[in-house]
C-alpha cells in the first residue's frame, strides 16, 4: 500500500492566486512527521516546510502552510499568492520509524504551473 | 539554511567502470545521511540509510555490492555504483539529517552510463 498518495500529478494555478497540493499518508506510528519538498527543474531538492504528528497547529512557513488534517490524514500544502517561481514538482514526505531506525517516503509528486 | 554538496554534479562512465559519488554536509554534522535514486518524472526512491561509523541500511531491492556506501566522517558520505550499467543511469541525490526533523538535500549527482 501507498504510504504517500498525492493524487494530482499536475495542477495549474493563476499568478497571485492560492492554491493547495494534497496529499495523504499512511502509517500505524504514533509519532511522524510530515514534510513538503520542492523540485525546480534543475533538481535539488528544496525543504519547504514540516509538521510534526504532535503539533497541533498548522505549520506556516512564508508563504507555505500546512494543512494537516490528523484524523483524515492528510497534510495538505497551501501556497498563497502565487509567484512565477513556484512552478516545480512538489513532494509530500513522512518520516517514520521502520525496523529500528528512521526513514523518509516521499509521494510521487505535484507539477505545479503558475500561469502569467 | 544547512548546505548539503555533492560532487560530481555530472559524470560520463564508460559501462563496466566504477564511479564515486561524494556527499557533504557543509556547515553541519550529520550522523544520518540518505542516498536516493530518481527516475525520470518519478519521485524519489530511498536506496539506503547510512549512519556515521556504521554499514548502510539498504532498502529491499537494492544492491549493496553494486551499490557502496561509506559513511567515513559526520560530514562525508561516498555512493559508489561499481560495474555500472547503462540501466544505472539515473539523478542520485543523498540528503543530510541535522536535528531531530529537518533534512537537507544535496543538488544531486547525473549519472550518464554509456
Known amino acids: 500500500a501507498q504510504k504517500i498518495t498525492q493524487t494530482q500529478p499536475g495542477m495549474f494555478v493563476q499568478e497571485k492566486e492560492a492554491v493547495t497540493l494534497d496529499c495523504t499518508y499512511d502509517?500505524?506510528?504514533?509519532?511522524?512527521?510530515l514534510f513538503w519538498y520542492k523540485q525546480p527543474s534543475s533538481g535539488e531538492m528544496i525543504f519547504l516546510i514540516y509538521?510534526?504528528?504532535?503539533?497541533?497547529q498548522n505549520a506556516t512557513e512564508g508563504r507555505y502552510s500546512l494543512n494537516f488534517q490528523k484524523a483524515r490524514k492528510s497534510a495538505n500544502l497551501v501556497i498563497s499568492a502565487s509567484q512565477l517561481g513556484d512552478s516545480a514538482m512538489y513532494f509530500c514526505?513522512?518520516?517514520?520509524?521502520?525496523?529500528?531506525?528512521?526513514?523518509?517516503?516521499f509521494g510521487t509528486g505535484t507539477k505545479l504551473q503558475v500561469i502569467p | 539554511g544547512a548546505v548539503v554538496s555533492q560532487h560530481p554534479s555530472r559524470v560520463i562512465c564508460k559501462s563496466g567502470t566504477s564511479v564515486k559519488i561524494e556527499c557533504r554536509s557543509l556547515?553541519?554534522?550529520?550522523?544520518?545521511m540518505f542516498w536516493y535514486r530518481q527516475f525520470p518524472k518519478q519521485s524519489l526512491m530511498l536506496m539506503a540509510t547510512?549512519?556515521?561509523?556504521?554499514?548502510?541500511?539498504?532498502e529491499q531491492g537494492v544492491e549493496k555490492d553494486k551499490f557502496l556506501i561509506n559513511h567515513a566522517s559526520l560530514t562525508l558520505s561516498t555512493l559508489t555504483v561499481t560495474s555500472a550499467h547503462p540501466e544505472d543511469s539515473s539523478f542520485y541525490i543523498c540528503?543530510?539529517?541535522?536535528?531531530?526533523?529537518?533534512?537537507?538535500f544535496g543538488p544531486g549527482t547525473r549519472l550518464t552510463v554509456t
Open positions: 540528503s543530510a539529517r541535522a536535528r531531530s526533523y529537518e533534512q537537507y
Open positions: 502509517t500505524s506510528d504514533q509519532s511522524y512527521g
Open positions: 509538521q510534526g504528528s504532535y503539533d497541533e
Open positions: 514526505a513522512m518520516r517514520e520509524a521502520s525496523g529500528g531506525y528512521q526513514k523518509v517516503t
Open positions: 556547515d553541519f554534522q550529520a550522523t544520518t
Open positions: 547510512s549512519n556515521e561509523g556504521s554499514k548502510a541500511t539498504y
